[in-house]
């Protein structure tokens, strides 16, 4: 069965600071791994995925994620946060040649002037 | 592409009311899928299509909550006797059936409140 667990369901940095949010999955077969980002009361929007091509991921807005099998995560990284970055962020599974995406709790980013 | 389109962004209604959520998907998306999200919380997994084929119900979805898809195209969700606990926002997502990856696109979601 797929799971994905985000560690830390807030996390604050100051404008200009690294970001990073934790995702590590769960998946008996090789995952397809998303990351997706909500701002307040609108849909998920897609920020970059995975799928067995490169490890290391860039997305929209300068994030990116890297793909690392030995200890099943794909952590999101910023190196500098905007004020504009501070939604709520969702880490996300889907097993190839599956068709559910399974997603975890989110971790709201607060992003400090 | 129009992106997703949901229908009514919000809804207020007495417990016991029943309410229709409407999803249009983008264009030649073959899967639909519909999500619950509540306050907090990552989306859940409710239902899922493949063109008018329901396929899969998750156990979220109770005995009072139905969603169609009669042409392959738009999707309704209906939930009957509506409980307090049903408050969420109803999701809902489509991908193309080819595409490697599995990614899926969501619309800007439908607020239910039950009072």
């Known amino acids: 069965a797929q799971s994905v667990t985000q560690l830390g369901s807030h996390v604050s940095v100051s404008e200009g600071a690294l970001v990073l949010l934790r995702c590590n999955y769960s998946?008996?077969?090789?995952?397809?791994l998303f990351w997706y980002v909500q701002y307040p009361n609108q849909g998920l929007q897609l920020l970059l995925k995975?799928?067995?091509?490169?490890?290391l991921v860039k997305g929209i807005n300068g994030f990116e994620a890297e793909f690392k099998k030995s200890e099943t995560s794909f952590h999101l990284t910023k190196p500098s946060a905007h004020m504009s970055d501070a939604a709520e962020y969702f880490c996300?599974?889907?097993?190839?040649?599956?068709?559910?995406?399974?997603f975890g709790a989110g971790t709201r980013l607060f992003v400090k002037a | 592409d129009t992106g997703v389109s949901q229908d009514p962004r919000h809804k207020i209604t007495k417990r016991g009311q029943n309410v229709t959520f409407r999803c249009d998907p983008i264009s030649e998306h073959n899967r639909l899928y519909w999500y619950r999200q509540t306050l907090g919380q990552g989306p859940e997994f409710l239902t899922y299509?493949?063109?008018?084929?329901?396929?899969?119900k998750s156990r979220l979805l109770s005995d009072r909550f139905s969603a169609e898809r009669p042409k392959g195209s738009f999707s309704t969700l209906e939930i009957q006797r509506t409980e307090q606990g049903d408050s969420a926002m109803y999701l809902c997502?489509?991908?193309?059936?080819?595409?490697?990856?599995?990614?899926?696109?969501f619309g800007e979601g439908s607020w239910l409140t039950v009072v």
């Open positions: 299509f493949q063109n008018e084929a329901q396929l899969e």
């Open positions: 997502a489509s991908s193309p059936n080819t595409e490697s990856g599995n990614t899926i696109y």
């Open positions: 995975y799928t067995s091509a490169a490890t």
């Open positions: 996300a599974v889907s097993e190839a040649g599956g068709f559910k995406t399974i």
């Open positions: 998946s008996s077969v090789p995952p397809y």
